[in-house]
T-cell receptor, first 117, second 117 residues
Framework: AQKITQTQPGMFVQEKEAVTLDCTYDTSDPSYGLFWYKQPSSGEMIFLIYQGSYDQQNATEGRYSLNFQKARKSANLVISASQLGDSAMYFCAMREGIDGATNKLIFGTGTLLAVQP | GAGVSQSPSNKVTEKGKDVELRCDPISGHTALYWYRQSLGQGLEFLIYFQGNSAPDKSGLPSDRFSAERTGGSVSTLTIQRTQQEDSAVYLC???????????????FGPGTRLTVL
């Protein structure tokens, strides 16, 4: 079974509009962390936002927010006021484990976002 | 400060040859990871080093793959007898030591694009 599922291979959004990128996860571990990374065409992986499984509030970082619905096991990324520079591949990832013994990230297959002027 | 660096940025080799990929993590980061990204895919975990602990090698795809980390800093990923299916971008990341509460996000290097002819 897929641990991280991103069901949108590609998305379009108009500049200045908000967009939601979907991510669902599967784990039986009560302690986990969820991450979103951005990968522009240049290839580097850029950390965007983190949500811990015990965090009471949804994470926010500037124009990025994470819509964390624990019961539904979803961690959707919301980008507000899209900019042309937001065009990139976006990956959702999960870290499992109480003590972070491995700390390895399990990645989804990504969503390619295109921001249109 | 300096980010994660990797060398070479590109490597073209012939099937059956051995290759070494190098990663220099962010100073002070005790955790180091190797991932592989095949064309159009998400990242696949390979191996994880944390301080002096035994590495988590659970992601290495075969015994042709090995990695070491000398002096708790620089790491080398070695692929012996390369095959065409080894062609991918190999990404290194580093982070602070994992803990229960924080995200301790992983910072990625620019990657090494390996092409096996």
């Amino acid at each position: 079974a897929q641990k991280i599922t991103q069901t949108q291979p590609g998305m379009f959004v108009q500049e200045k509009e908000a967009v939601t990128l979907d991510c669902t996860y599967d784990t039986s571990d009560p302690s986990y962390g969820l991450f979103w990374y951005k990968q522009p065409s240049s290839g580097e992986m850029i950390f965007l936002i983190y949500q811990g499984s015990y965090d009471q509030q949804n994470a926010t970082e500037g124009r990025y927010s994470l819509n964390f619905q624990k019961a539904r096991k979803s961690a959707n990324l919301v980008i507000s006021a899209s900019q042309l520079g937001d065009s990139a591949m976006y990956f959702c990832a999960m870290r499992e484990g109480i003590d972070g013994a491995t700390n390895k990230l399990i990645f989804g297959t990504g969503t390619l976002l295109a921001v249109q002027p | 400060g300096a980010g994660v660096s990797q060398s070479p940025s590109n490597k073209v080799t012939e099937k059956g040859k051995d290759v070494e990929l190098r990663c220099d993590p962010i100073s002070g980061h005790t955790a180091l990871y190797w991932y592989r990204q095949s064309l159009g895919q998400g990242l696949e975990f390979l191996i994880y080093f944390q301080g002096n602990s035994a590495p988590d090698k659970s992601g290495l795809p075969s015994d042709r793959f090995s990695a070491e980390r000398t002096g708790g800093s620089v790491s080398t990923l070695t692929i012996q007898r390369t095959q065409q299916e080894d062609s991918a971008v190999y990404l290194c990341a580093s982070s602070l030591a994992p803990d229960r509460g924080g995200g301790n996000e992983q910072f990625f290097g620019p990657g090494t694009r390996l092409t096996v002819l």
